[in-house]
């Protein structure tokens, strides 16, 4: 089984930890508890179209959060069928930092959850901006030894804003996820 290098693993647990849930460097203990029930809010264009292209962003990001939580980290399937839920910029983030862990024999325990508190057309047709507060609070990054890789003291709820699109195919799928620094706040 393959190894990894202290400064390679090192970048990859931060691309890992920055794929699940973002770090804006805060102390946990200042932030909120993620609201329990998502408010949407199609601007501009409130319509029944806008509206029925937020749940099925909703739906995507729901999709793509419960395929990374169920990967199984003994089959490479597992990880193709989450890939097939991300596109663009966020598939080859997937595919780069995933693929490492998965091939190091590093995987994950825990879930991550992602709780959408406001949403809103892209710049776009196809396109959904979603903020969310993600919580990994319960994930921990083990190396294939078992030892545990991550900071006792890295953020575990952090605003994010999840861009999902709707491909060609007519199937959503998560397009980017950055750190969100405006409102609303977790």
Same mark, same amino acid.
């Given at each position: 089984m393959p190894t990894l290098r202290p400064a390679l693993a090192l970048s990859i647990l931060a691309c890992a930890m920055l794929a699940l849930a973002g770090?804006? &460097?805060?102390?946990?203990?200042?932030?909120?508890t993620p609201v329990p029930t998502p408010s949407y809010h199609a601007s501009a264009s409130d319509t029944a179209s806008a509206d029925a292209d937020i749940a099925e962003a909703t739906a995507a990001l729901d999709a793509y959060t419960e395929a990374s939580n169920?990967?199984?980290?003994?089959?490479?399937a597992s990880l193709?069928?989450?890939?097939?839920?991300s596109? &663009?910029?966020?598939? @080859? +983030?997937?595919?780069?930092?995933?693929?490492?862990?998965f091939d190091a024999g590093w995987?994950?325990?825990? @879930?991550?959850?992602f709780t959408v508190v406001d949403a809103e057309p892209g710049d776009g047709a196809g396109q959904v901006l979603l903020a969310v507060c993600s919580s990994t609070d319960g994930v921990r990054f083990l190396d294939a030894s078992? +030892?545990?890789? +991550?900071?006792?003291?890295?953020?575990?709820v952090a605003e994010r804003t999840a861009v999902a699109s709707r491909g060609q195919d007519g199937v959503?799928?998560?397009?980017?996820?950055?750190?969100?620094?405006?409102?609303?706040?977790c």
């Open positions: 770090c804006d &460097g805060r102390d946990a203990s200042t932030l909120a169920g990967i199984d980290w003994s089959d490479e193709e069928r989450f890939y097939a839920l596109t &663009g910029k966020q598939n @080859e +983030v997937d595919r780069r930092t995933y693929g490492e862990l995987h994950l325990e825990g @879930e991550a959850r078992g +030892v545990q890789q +991550v900071r006792a003291s890295s953020s575990p959503w799928r998560i397009a980017d996820m950055t750190v969100r620094v405006s409102p609303p706040k």
